[in-house]
């Protein structure tokens, strides 16, 4: 499900979008891939009908008919191409995930920039850039902190 959600520029979820997505996830949707925010977002991985995961950071539990399954809500994943002047609104992610019949069976990311080059703009992996240090060294760790680094491709 790519639902057209959030508001731009914020860095979190509201809470009524958070329950938009955790409800469809209940209902049966094993990926919900949100945009709209231009900012990156946090990414939840749900456990659906496992009464014994308990929610935390980065983590859901929710009812759903069926049997016992993981899903994924990404709230934004930000801005893939843009013209837009911040570092923030320049980083996007490109998200993996690996799913079966029985749901979500794994989960990652890998951030890229826009930036100036060739005949304009070019998309690049954060991680060139952020070897340079600087704003977009900040604006990885931030990601890191914000997503969590064990996703990260």
């Known amino acids: 499900v790519m639902p057209h959600w959030g508001f731009e520029y914020e860095y979190y979820p509201d809470p009524w979008f958070m329950q938009i997505g955790r409800r469809m996830v209940a209902m049966g949707a094993d990926l919900v891939v949100g945009q709209g925010p231009h ?18 950071v980065r983590t859901c539990s929710v009812r759903g008919d069926g049997p ?4 994924a809500i990404a709230y934004s994943l930000g801005n893939f191409d843009t013209v837009q002047p911040t570092i ?35 998309v690049v992996p954060l991680d ?3 070897a340079g240090g ?3 060294n900040i604006e ?13 491709r």
């Open 88 to 122: 923030p609104v320049q980083t996007g992610l490109v998200l993996t995930a690996e799913l079966d019949a029985g749901g979500l069976l794994g989960l990652g990311w890998r951030a890229v920039a826009t930036v100036p080059g060739g005949d304009g703009r070019q």
């Open 134 to 136: 600087g704003a977009w």
């Open 39 to 56: 900012v990156v977002q946090p990414v939840e991985r749900c456990f659906v009908n496992t009464p014994s995961e308990v929610p935390g």
């Open 140 to 152: 990885s760790g931030r990601l890191s902190a914000h997503l969590g680094a064990g996703w990260r």
């Open 68 to 71: 016992p399954r993981e899903a």
């Open 128 to 130: 060139e850039l952020a």
